[in-house]
C-alpha cells in the first residue's frame, strides 16, 4: 500500500491511498474522526476497501501540530474543509464520515448538493463562514447575530 499526500492545509491533510493497479475504479473518501485518529487507526478500513475503490482520507491534524497565527477551527471550518475537499475531488465521489466526523460530511453533502450548478468551491481556499451564500444566524454572547444567505 502505498499513501500519497495529495493536499496540506494547516489544520488538515489529505491522502491518497494505492495498491497496485491504478484501472478506474469508484471514488471513495473517508473523513477521518476529529480526536486526533491518524490515519494507520484506519488501516484495515482503507486495506478492505483498496482493491474496489480509489481511497482517499482527510485526516485531521493534532491541535499542537497548529501554529497559533492559523486561529481557531470550528464547526464551520471542519465543514469547509471537507466541502473544499471534496470539491478537488471532482464530482462523483462516495464520502464516509467515522465519528465525529459524520455531522461535518453531512452538513458537506447538503451543502454541495442544494448548489449542483453554483460550485461553492474554488481555486483557492476558504472557509465557509465568509461565504456570504453559507452563513448562518448563531447566538454570541447571549445576543443573537443574523447574516444574510
Known amino acids: 500500500m502505498q499513501e ?3 493536499i496540506e492545509r494547516p489544520f488538515s491533510r489529505l491522502l491518497r491511498f494505492q495498491m497496485g493497479r491504478t484501472s478506474e475504479r469508484p471514488r471513495v ?3 477521518a474522526p476529529i480526536s486526533g ?3 494507520m487507526i484506519l488501516r484495515d478500513m482503507i486495506l478492505a476497501m483498496l482493491p474496489g475503490h ?3 482520507c482527510l485526516i485531521w491534524r493534532n491541535a499542537a501540530e497548529v501554529p497559533v497565527e492559523c486561529g481557531p477551527f470550528g464547526l464551520d471550518d471542519n465543514i469547509a474543509d471537507v466541502v473544499e475537499t471534496l470539491g478537488c475531488l471532482g464530482e462523483g465521489n462516495h464520502v464516509i ?3 465525529q ?3 461535518p460530511v453531512l452538513v458537506a453533502a447538503a451543502i454541495l448538493a442544494g448548489t449542483p450548478t453554483q460550485p461553492i468551491f474554488s481555486d483557492t481556499p476558504r472557509k465557509i463562514s465568509r461565504s ?3 452563513r448562518a444566524p448563531f447566538r454570541q454572547s447571549g445576543k443573537e447575530v443574523k447574516d444574510e444567505f
Open 4 to 6: 500519497q499526500i495529495l
Open 29 to 31: 473518501l473517508l473523513v
Open 37 to 39: 485518529m491518524r490515519s
Open 54 to 56: 480509489e481511497v482517499h
Open 97 to 99: 464520515g467515522l465519528c
Open 101 to 103: 466526523s459524520a455531522l
Open 132 to 134: 456570504p451564500r453559507l
